[in-house]
């Protein structure tokens, strides 16, 4: 586990004089959004991956608990002592890989944001961008490493899709954000939960900065709506939605893989994130690329023998796939289940 290599009790917590506010996500999640939102409190320094970054000792900290120490007393924590301002805040998503442990070791007072989105849109995300655990240098320079000690084992993981090792790293993650809550609440860590929608709603998001100990400035409810208009961190590079195998189906093996242990975990993520894909999501992440095409016939065929258009590709959107597969000619046998 990856709290197993927390060095004994921690330190009595050395005072900093600083609200230090880190975060706890799987990246793909809002983080720039995060950190340009704090911003708009008085008096703190809001970064998202800033030098000194986590990533350049990460590949050390998989296999050295001790390094990731040596570099948040030595390096990090003097950084953000001499930055300006009372509060300081960093929305890296790095800080979860084994900074978050050094942190507690050394009793250095913080407050969590764990900021959640769906593990399927995060896997997504980075395996359209390339970013593969264990697998591409976006991966490794970044992410966890399926063979490094302390996470959720995935036997024959070198011959999975690099779609589910995305997946698996979500999952990671995800059983992190259990873990280290748990760990803060019996060590007296503020932990606040939020997600992209609600960092949007400007109520929640005061909220969440009320509970942080920040104040807004003058002028940060047109700020925020301002921010909030506008998409952070588009990628120019990425791969297509579709996949030759649903994203459901790659997903169920690597649950299998995971074994009988991993159903505690999947209980969590169900009941961390209730909702399933809305609308036309279900298109892209339950049907494999063989067959959009014939779906995309079907569809027609119900369209065109409609009066009223508009409502009928409401109620398909509603309905999902299975809807248009079981009222068409033929009752093709599509979109196999996972």
Partial sequence: MATDNLIGNPSAQAPTGKNIIMCLTTGRSGTNLLEKLLALADDICSQHEPEPAFQRVLNEVRHSPEAAIAFVKDIKLPDIMARPGHHYAEASH??????????????????????????????????????VP?????????????????????????????????????????????????????????????????????????SLCEKLGLVLRQGAAEEHGKITAVKL????????RFTLSSFARQEAKVWKALGEESSVLRSEIQARYPTSPQGWDWLFDTLPLEDIGWLVQAIGRELKASHNKLETLQSLASRGWASVRSSSPGNRKIGRSA
């Fill in 94 to 131: 790095l800080f979860g890989k084994g900074f978050f442990e050094a942190f507690v070791a050394l009793g250095i007072p913080f407050r969590l944001i764990v900021l959640n989105r769906n593990p399927r849109q995060v896997a997504k995300s980075y395996w359209r961008i390339r970013a």
């Fill in 233 to 240: 961190n588009r990628k120019a590079k990425h791969r297509p």
């Fill in 134 to 206: 264990g697998r591409t240098r976006g991966g490794h320079d970044f992410l966890l490493d399926p063979d490094q000690p302390g996470v959720l084992a995935l036997p024959g993981w070198q011959r999975m899709s690099d779609y589910q090792l995305c997946f698996w790293y979500c999952l990671e993650v995800e059983r992190r954000k259990s873990v280290y809550t748990e760990v803060c609440k019996t060590r007296g860590i503020p932990v606040l939960e939020t997600s992209i929608e609600e960092l949007k709603d400007w109520t929640r998001f005061q």
